[in-house]
Nanobody, 123 residues
Framework: QVHLVESGGGLVQAGGSLRLSCAASGGTFSTYAMGWFRQAPGKEREFVAAISWRGSFTDYADSVKGRFTISRDNAKNTVDLQMNSLKPEDTAVYYC????????????????WGQGTRVTVSS
């Protein structure tokens, strides 16, 4: 069982930056792929970014490429999401999640989820 806790959300103006962090405990964090997802009001949860267990491979949704960066520190059991040039359409609750094996974009493949952290981008 892996327990995930997100932090770092908040209110920011368009064009600003936020850094989200996800702390993991339990399980074998260093051998799991990690992903960030988001869910805006009235919308389905969607993939944002993912990173392989060694950090060698990453993947991003087209909507965030060039603006968001995912990273992980296996020594600290953390995975971060640096979000730059934020837009109002980035407003959502952001979740980190983990799965064994390689990185994937499908929500249903991720086994453990955090409780989410809210990001609001004002125009």
């Amino acid at each position: 069982q892996v327990h995930l806790v997100e932090s770092g959300g908040g209110l920011v103006q368009a064009g600003g930056s936020l850094r989200l962090s996800c702390a993991a405990s339990g399980g074998t964090f260093s051998t799991y792929a990690m992903g960030w997802f988001r869910q805006a009001p009235g919308k389905e949860r969607e993939f944002v970014a993912a990173i392989s267990w060694r950090g060698s491979f990453t993947d991003y949704a087209d909507s965030v490429k060039g603006r968001f960066t995912i990273s992980r520190d296996n020594a600290k059991n953390t995975v971060d999401l640096q979000m730059n040039s934020l837009k109002p359409e980035d407003t959502a609750v952001y979740y980190c999640a983990t799965k064994p094996g390689g990185i994937r974009t499908e929500v249903a493949l991720y086994i453990y989820w955090g409780q989410g952290t809210r990001v609001t981008v004002s125009s």
